[in-house]
């Protein structure tokens, strides 16, 4: 029995990108890329791939498998590896599915390993395993449940019907070698897509955790520096969000056949909508948090704002009643005083000079005390 192993790459896997045999370099040449759509005014572009054939021939057998092909996909920042592998053991259909995962992600990993492409454990996220069958051949004791059967409307040249048996990590691929090089690339592209784009959205989530916890550990004192990184951190989410909406209408606006259907297939059965819903629905929350966060700290500093000019202003008051006292006692004490042009400076001169400084304080008093009240 043969089997198709899909398995996404750390994003921030540098071994990859900083290797001889580099799938960016392929995308150097000075041959246009070929993209494989028929609606010339809808290419892809987010969701255009780069992709590299490794030699199978020197890649030996391991864990009773025979290596047929390595294929290699970079799609932004998401590489992803898609290999084709027979059993040569002929116990695959004996033993439990439990224990066939950990064989097939094993040698998912011991071959990204030897070519390269992997030096160290923990660079592979996952491995999404499909079994290449025919129609009533045996299969992998408890491989799939009976749901989540696909069929796709597209007919293959010998006018037999593919079928598409999906499930969370393992699959069934019924008329796999019937199809043609050009739609096998096709479902490989499919394949990428689909990984891509829910690489994507864990990403996506990952960063709202990360915002979330940051928010959730601001106390009852935040700074205005520390509410400026979380709005700028806020605004990076939402466009993530955003550019993540582009991938998925590019997927269905741009990509065609069995791209088209096996990405958009694999997506429903992982339950993506209703995953991107429930993240919207989170981001929108956070969102809210952030701001009332934000408001508070605004809040503050209006406050602050209104106590510092209060004080000036009391300041300024008293200082003004100074000068009144000042001005309305200068001049010679021996003679005897001139009328003043403004009457104000005869009545100040009139009183006891603590009077109008008495009168000025208690002013003061009565503004901050209404001041107070109104802010509650």
Known sequence: MNFILVSPLQPDNEVFLESENLIDDSCKSDEPEQVFVTR??????LLSQ??????????QDRFGFEIIAVHLAKLASTTVSVIECKSVSRKSPDCSAHELELILNDVAQSVLKETGTTHRDGEVKWTARYAVTETGSELPIQWIDAGGKRR??????AGEEIVFQLGWGNGLLYGW??????????????????????????????QLKNLRARINRVGEKVKRGTVREIQTELASLRSHEALHDEYCEEMVIATQ?????????LLSEWRHEEVSKRLETRIN????HARTVSSRVSNAYARS????????????????CLNLIAAAFSGSTVEEPKSFLVPIFET?????????????????????????????
Not at 40 to 45: D, T
Not at 50 to 59: F, I, M, R, T
């Open 50 to 59: 780069c992709w590299e054939e490794k030699d199978p021939a020197a890649l």
């Open 285 to 288: 929350h956070v969102s809210d």
């Open 348 to 376: 100040v001169r009139e009183k006891p000079m603590d009077v109008p400084l008495i009168v000025s304080v208690v002013v003061v008093v009565i503004i901050v005390t209404l001041f107070s009240r109104r802010s509650r």
């Open 40 to 45: 010339k005014s809808n290419p892809v572009e």
């Open 305 to 320: 704002t209104e106590n510092v000019l209060l004080f000036l202003g009391a300041i300024s008051l008293i200082d003004l």
């Open 177 to 206: 070698n019937q199809l043609s090089a050009a739609d096998r690339q096709l479902f490989r592209e499919g394949f990428v897509d689909a990984q891509h784009i829910w690489i994507d959205l864990e990403e996506l989530s990952e």
């Open 257 to 265: 056949g069995l791209r088209r259907e096996v990405s958009d297939k």
């Open 152 to 157: 796709f409307e597209e007919k293959i040249e």
